[in-house]
């Protein structure tokens, strides 16, 4: 059904951001049209939320994210940026396998099963829709994902 994706963002947010304070790390979103979209509500939240779920986990002490939603006229772009330990180039074609995580210590303290972007990737595909990975170890990450406005549940 039409959804308005910008109220879906802030709500997803609006949850989060008390996880972020906690570790003083500065949550952004911008804006840069308003976008309804006939998506399926309940997953694409999940999807999303597993992204900045990741980005507060994976970040560092005092650091940021910053979501943004923009559109042209076929599609809608969701982009989530951090500032935090970046994923190895060799491990990148692998975080949105099942069970697959980058470090297993480091993971195992942090918790998680490794199915998060593996969710992501479904929903966002079953969207018809694409996510891509550009990442810098000890810089941040980058997360962009492109759905058509057009998909109808
Ligand atoms: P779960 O999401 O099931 O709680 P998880 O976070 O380990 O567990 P995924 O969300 O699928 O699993 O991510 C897979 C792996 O990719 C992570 O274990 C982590 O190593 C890496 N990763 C994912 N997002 C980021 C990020 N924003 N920054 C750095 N590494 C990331
Ligand atoms: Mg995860």
Excluded at 39 to 62: H, P, Q, R, W
Excluded at 120 to 134: E, L, P
Aim: aromatic share 10%; hydrophobic share 40%.
């Amino acid at each position: 059904s039409s959804i308005n994706i910008n109220e879906l963002l802030e709500q997803i947010l609006k949850r989060l951001r008390p996880i972020a304070k906690n570790r003083n790390i500065e949550m952004i979103y911008e804006s840069f049209r308003p976008v309804i979209a006939d998506i399926d509500e309940v997953k694409l939240s999940l999807a999303i939320s597993n992204l900045i779920e990741n980005a507060i986990k994976y970040n560092i002490e005092d650091g940021w994210i910053r979501v943004s939603l923009n559109a042209d006229h076929k599609y809608f772009f969701i982009k989530v940026s951090d500032s935090g330990i970046g994923i190895p180039e060799d491990a990148q074609d692998y975080i949105f396998e099942r069970f697959y995580r980058v470090d297993k210590a480091r993971s195992r303290e942090s918790g998680g099963t490794g199915l998060g972007l593996a969710i992501t990737k479904n929903v966002i595909q079953m969207h018809r829709g694409a996510i891509k990975v550009y990442s810098k170890e000890g810089e941040g990450t980058t997360f962009n994902v492109r759905i058509p406005l057009n998909y109808i549940v």
